[in-house]
């Protein structure tokens, strides 16, 4: 059970980080001239040096290849390698839409993908969902019907979001890969 302090710090710290993702999405806006690959490129090579440098403060490059060990046959490093052109997708095509007027589209993917979740974890994983869950699940697909009501279609760019992040998310949990080893690896790659 969760403290009220680490509510209130899981909740400071949620806020923050969808505030500065948003700025994120900004940035592709910021480096124009540069087209949207390049500035998925820029990202990219920040993100590494910063988990570089993140991993080296908080000494965690032992955790990452005690990891590495785990994975003994062809198949489970082909499970582990599979989900990187997955996430390169995604870091580009977050940073390539708002310089292709793509921006919209995009943010309705990442407003649909949660619901894509939700199925996933209902029908891959059984998870039950309480009756609380089940309204806030109902009035979230009502606010993204309305919204593709009234953009009148889904874009590939959605759909590209939406149903990217899952099989990626999926094949992380079938090798129960850490989150900071998957993300680190994966821009190693």
């Not at 700025?23 to 001239?33: A, C, I, K, N, S």
């Not at 046959?73 to 390169?88: D, N, R, S």
């Not at 708002?98 to 649909?112: I, K």
């Given at each position: 059970m969760l403290t009220k302090n680490q509510t209130s710090q899981g909740t400071i710290a949620a806020v923050a980080a969808n505030f500065l993702y948003s700025l994120l999405f900004?940035?592709?806006?910021?480096?124009?001239?540069?087209?949207?690959?390049?500035?998925?490129?820029?990202?990219?090579?920040?993100?590494?040096?910063?988990?570089?440098?993140?991993?080296?403060?908080?000494?965690?490059?032992?955790?990452?290849?005690?990891y590495l060990k785990t994975l003994k046959t062809p198949?489970?490093?082909?499970?582990?390698?599979?989900?990187?052109?997955?996430?390169?997708?995604?870091?580009?095509?977050?940073?390539?839409?708002?310089?292709?007027d793509l921006g919209l589209e995009v943010t309705l993917g990442y407003f649909l993908y949660p619901m894509i979740m939700i199925m996933v974890?209902?029908?891959?994983?059984?998870?039950?969902?309480?009756?609380?869950?089940?309204i806030a699940t109902i009035c979230a697909g009502a606010g993204i019907a309305y919204d593709v009501f009234q953009y009148g279609s889904i874009?590939?760019?959605?759909?590209?979001?939406?149903?990217?992040?899952?099989?990626?998310?999926?094949?992380?949990?079938?090798?129960?890969?850490?989150?900071i080893t998957g993300l680190s690896l994966t821009l190693f790659y």
């Amino acid at each position: 059970m969760l403290t009220k302090n680490q509510t209130s710090q899981g909740t400071i710290a949620a806020v923050a980080a969808n505030f500065l993702y948003s700025l994120l999405f900004l940035f592709g806006l910021l480096m124009q001239p540069l087209s949207g690959t390049q500035v998925a490129s820029w990202r990219v090579l920040m993100m590494l040096l910063s988990l570089v440098l993140l991993i080296s403060v908080l000494k965690q490059w032992q955790h990452i290849f005690d990891y590495l060990k785990t994975l003994k046959t062809p198949k489970e490093w082909f499970l582990f390698i599979i989900p990187t052109p997955i996430l390169g997708a995604q870091i580009w095509i977050f940073m390539w839409a708002p310089v292709n007027d793509l921006g919209l589209e995009v943010t309705l993917g990442y407003f649909l993908y949660p619901m894509i979740m939700i199925m996933v974890g209902r029908f891959f994983y059984n998870e039950d969902m309480s009756l609380l869950q089940w309204i806030a699940t109902i009035c979230a697909g009502a606010g993204i019907a309305y919204d593709v009501f009234q953009y009148g279609s889904i874009s590939w760019a959605t759909l590209f979001v939406c149903l990217g992040y899952p099989p990626y998310y999926l094949l992380r949990r079938k090798l129960a890969v850490p989150p900071i080893t998957g993300l680190s690896l994966t821009l190693f790659y």
